[in-house]
Every structure is written in C-alpha cells, then in structure tokens.
C-alpha cells in the first residue's frame, strides 16, 4: 500500500473508530508473529522450519485424516450445528454428560465468548502476568477492567515466571466476574498442582467464574498436577477449555471445546455462532481422540525431545524455563541479543516466536520438534554464535 493509500486508511480507521463500543475503541488485533506464508515462499531448498506456532511435529493421526477425507464430497452441506457425535466423544472421553460440552471454531472463539457473557464494566478480569495474549484481548473486548498479578520471579527455584497463585486469590475482589489461566501456561511453560487450582477455586467463590485453559493440558505429567476436568464435579464456578490444535496436530482445523457445568454452557450457548465448527473439523477431532496409539506416540516423543532440547540449550549458555508443553521459553539476557538470534534464524529459514508482545523481549519461545528439526535448529544456533549473534 502507499503512503497516501495507508494515510487514507488511518484516517477511515479513526472516524470509524468512534462508532465502535468503547472495549474495541482501544483494542489491538491479536499479533501472530512473522508473517509465515510469506516465509515459506522464500524459503529454500530444505524449506521453512517452523517452530513458533506450538503445532505437533508429527501432525495429525491416520484415523483424523481418513475422518477429514471422508467428508470432502459433501461440502455442499452446512455441518451438524449442534456438533452431536464430537460433544458425546468428549463426553466420553472425560466422563462428563454432553450438556457439559461446547465446541468452539478453537478455544480462541470459546475464550471471547466467555468474556463477553461473563465479563463488562461491573464485572472485571483478573489474570496473570505472561498469560496468553487473547485473555486481555478477550477484557477489554468485553469493555472489563484487566487486573493483572505479577508473576513469580525469573528466580524462582522450580516455576520461574509462573502464576503466583498466592498473588491471584489476593487480588480477588467483589466485583472479579472471571479469572483466567492457563495450566500449564503459554507462554512460560510453568504449571500448577492440582491443590493450587482448588485454593483458588475456593477462595474465588461462587460468583467468580475460574477459566483454566488446557490448551496443553494433556502434557502435564508432574506429580500432584493433572486435568482440572476432575474438579468439575465440585466446583460449578470451574471452566475448562481444551483444543485439538497442539497434542492432536489439527491446528489448521480450528476445533476447541469447553467443559463446563451445565448451566454455564446452556448460557454461552446463547451466543454461539451458528455452524461454528465445520464438517471436516468435526469428523477428525471425534477421530483423534479414539486414536490412543497415535496420542501415546506424540506425548512420549514430545516429552523426550523436549528434554533433550533443553539440556542441549541450556549447555549452550542461556536460560530455559522448565517446561510441561510441547515448547520451550529460552531467555537470551536481553532483547538485543533475543532479536539477534531471531533474525539469524530466519535467514536460515528457522521461525521461532519473539516474546516482545509478552512484556519478555529478551526471550524467544521455540517449539519442539522432531529429533532432525531441534538438530537443525542447534546447528543454526552455533553458527550464530561462531559468528557472535547469539
């Protein structure tokens, strides 16, 4: 676009702007890092190596694929609106009766939603510093005030950057409508006990709806720590959302649910888009999840790379959060050299994502691959340190 021609738009921007309702006057768009279909046009011959969305490096399962295929010849037909046949494998899958169940085009879409049923100008948002980028997002959308806790120090000895639970349940106020987080937490890492969740959902009441987002719920593997889906049953003011797009390889899909209390569902119902989850979408998430081989397969290997990874960085010199996702937050001492190693991976064809929009500008955080793509990525790294770029 040119000067004149982006002018131009500012300007159209801005006047329309004020007819917007006062949570979206002042909203930014959710930023998704590098432009990624550009990269991969100029990428070369060993092609672009991705590792900053978090997607599975071993993709989706046979049994998805074969689902998704077989839905391609009646694309002329709106899918199931109520999404009957996943919403039941959920059901199954958690032990939870299907009025539990509401399907989202991704968790993204479920997390707005919630916002905007359950929070406003007398209902406000508590959440914690390094939380997901959509959780403010979703505040202000809302037109709520965003109360954020500080984090646990880079210092601490097991859960560095992680929630400070303590911190959360005292900055519970009356007018707390939501809190939102995320176990383990995008983009740090870190995690928190099963014993952690359940004081908060103690001292948050009621009348304070308590989100925990499971995007990479299923990672979890630290003693005392697993799925809040098992706290349902006790507490009616607990949300939880998971998502087919990291552990089952369906990112592209856009497939999250969200399990709730009945009476929660049947209200964010009332908002729901209508055919909000397509057919394809529908038919491969309901696979993967009877395809338990393939589950097990991506989980162990997630977990063993994911190790190696970070001794082999952590040999290197820089700082790596402990992890219980498939990605790993790595702390560079500062932006200049974070940016630095950034930019030299790129013209190596390697995308990690920068952390800058995260308030951690010194830090970048790389997905785990297969065994290969990490050996690629920790080549590039020492050629940049050969060079004094990283």
């Known amino acids: 676009m040119s000067e004149s021609g982006a002018a131009a738009l500012a300007a159209e921007v801005a006047r329309v702007v004020r007819l917007a309702s006062p949570g979206v006057q002042g909203l930014a768009s959710y930023d ?5 279909v550009a990269l991969r046009h100029k990428a070369g011959e060993q092609g672009l190596l991705e590792l900053g969305g978090n997607e599975s490096a071993w993709g989706p399962s046979l049994l998805a694929l074969a689902a998704l295929r077989s839905e391609l010849d009646t694309l002329e037909l709106y899918p199931d609106p109520r999404g009957g046949v996943l919403k039941h494998a959920l059901a199954e899958a958690f032990g939870l009766q299907r009025e539990q169940v509401m399907l989202g085009n ?16 007398e209902r406000s948002v508590l959440v914690s510093r390094y939380c997901f980028a959509v959780y403010p997002l979703a ?10 806790v500080e984090a646990l120090p880079p210092t601490h000895p097991t859960q560095p950057r992680g929630h400070d639970i303590d911190g959360m349940i005292a900055a519970l106020r009356p007018d707390t409508g939501l809190v939102m987080l995320a ?6 890492g870190t995690w928190l006990t099963t014993t952690e969740i359940e004081r908060l959902l103690q001292a948050a009441g009621p009348e304070t709806l308590v989100v925990l987002d499971e995007a990479y719920g299923e990672f979890l593997t630290q003693p005392d720590c697993g799925s809040a889906l098992t706290l349902l049953a006790k507490y009616r003011n607990l949300l939880v959302t998971r998502t087919f797009s990291k552990l089952h390889g369906l990112a592209a899909l856009r497939v999250g649910a969200l ?5 929660v569902v049947a209200v964010l119902e009332r908002i729901r888009e209508s055919f909000n989850v397509n057919s394809p979408g529908l038919a491969a998430a309901t696979a993967a999840l009877m395809d338990e081989a393939h589950i097990a397969t991506v989980l162990h290997e997630t977990a063993g790379n994911r190790e190696a990874l970070a001794i082999e960085l952590k040999a290197r010199g820089y700082f790596v959060h402990p992890s219980q996702t498939n990605f790993l937050l790595v702390d560079f001492g500062n932006a200049e050299a974070a940016s630095s190693v950034d930019r030299g991976l790129m013209a190596r064809d390697i995308v990690v994502r920068p952390m800058r929009g995260y308030g951690l500008p010194q830090c970048l955080r790389i997905t785990v691959g297969k065994v290969e793509q990490n050996a690629r990525l920790l080549k590039a790294l020492d050629a940049l340190r050969a060079e004094g770029k990283a």
Request: aromatic share 2%; glycine share 10%.
């Open 259 to 263: 399990l709730a209390a009945p009476g």
């Open 32 to 36: 998704p890092g590098h432009d990624i």
């Open 183 to 188: 176990n383990p937490n995008n983009p740090t």
């Open 106 to 121: 991704g968790t993204h879409e479920l997390l707005m939603q919630i916002a905007q049923v359950f929070a406003g100008p």
């Open 139 to 148: 505040a202000q959308a809302a037109n709520a005030r965003l109360d954020v």
